[in-house]
């Protein structure tokens, strides 16, 4: 076992060097934002990381290296095929970013087109600062660019890219259907406190999770069967709703569970002789993957980020005000 920091390069180095050299581990896991391939590349050592994996870090990894979500290519094509299907996006499409963005935004152009959608406008927010009405002026131009190139549907990608997009449609009559693919600031009082009307909500679809405080709220079975393994072994006590000095403690439980449960099921696979050449042959044979928080996961050749779960799509409802989920 090793302590360290996720964050921290000398940190997380250290404890690759302790835990590959000095302990000689045959695989680690544990939530990681640098240094994955001092273990999986440089120390061929196989590593479950519970913060993901990028493209770069996979095809660097001489050892398996696995990520619990989908690579955002692969996680975007999801969300566009769940909008497809539920037929949120007939008709041609204008696809908007926030500042600084414009990377996520080409990955839904190109989902969109490879999935056959029309994509008729593409644009992103410059970086305005707190001049509102500088925003304002630039969204209302976009507005009027979407609609002049017949823009039916509005897909805003981002943080705070649909607020942006009511900025700029709420004075016209103009009124696409807006698709907000980060529901992170969808709050419609904000929007009405900021002086729009939510008119401009009206058949508006976002793309929601569900975070693993609602799921034990909600009683999920994986995640209170993790909670339960958890406490036993440990003697601590997981906080759903911590208060005060008590620890935030659900998160790092989950993804202790959900690495545990990925290692656990590929080392079952590779059989009694297991090897970094035998986990590979499990891993890349094509597995289905049981884990906590996951309603579908699996891993095979190509593709070791195991995430196969669709997002929660989520329509306006005024009676509400609030963005629900569609059954």
Known sequence: MAHYSPLGD???????????????????????????????DVNETIFINAFGVSQEEFDRSKAVAVGPGALPARNTAISVQLLIDAGVLDGPVAVHAAADTEGERNLYVDALVAAGVDVVSETASTDVGDDVAA????????????????????????????????????????????????SSALDPELYRDLGYTTDALEGAYALGSIGFEDLARA???????????????????????????????????????????????????????????????????????????????????????????APILLAYDAAADDFLPVD
């Not at 990681?32 to 273990?39: A, I, R, S």
């Not at 017949?150 to 004075?171: H, P, Q, T, Y």
């Not at 339960?228 to 439980?253: K, Q």
């Open 135 to 182: 925003a304002e002026a630039e969204m209302q131009a976009f507005a009027q660019r979407w609609q002049a190139d017949g823009a039916e549907v509005v897909v805003s990608v981002g943080v705070g890219a649909g607020l942006s997009v009511v900025s700029g449609i709420f004075r016209s009559p103009y009124r696409p259907r807006l698709v907000v693919t980060n």
């Open 219 to 309: 009683g999920d079975p994986g995640v209170l069967s993790c909670i339960e393994r958890f406490e036993e072994a440990s003697g601590e006590v997981v906080n759903i709703d911590p208060e005060g000095d008590e620890p935030v403690n659900l998160n790092t439980t989950i993804w202790a569970c959900q690495a545990v449960e990925i290692f656990t099921q590929i080392a079952t696979a590779a059989g009694p002789d297991l090897t970094n050449d035998s986990f590979r042959a499990a891993a890349e044979a094509g597995l289905s993957l049981e884990v906590t928080a996951n309603s579908s996961a699996s891993i095979e050749a190509g593709k070791f980020d195991i995430g196969d779960s």
């Open 10 to 40: 000398v940190e997380t180095e250290a404890a690759c060097v302790q835990l590959t050299q000095d302990e000689q581990v045959f695989a680690a896991m544990g939530p990681l934002l640098t240094n994955l391939t001092c273990f999986t």
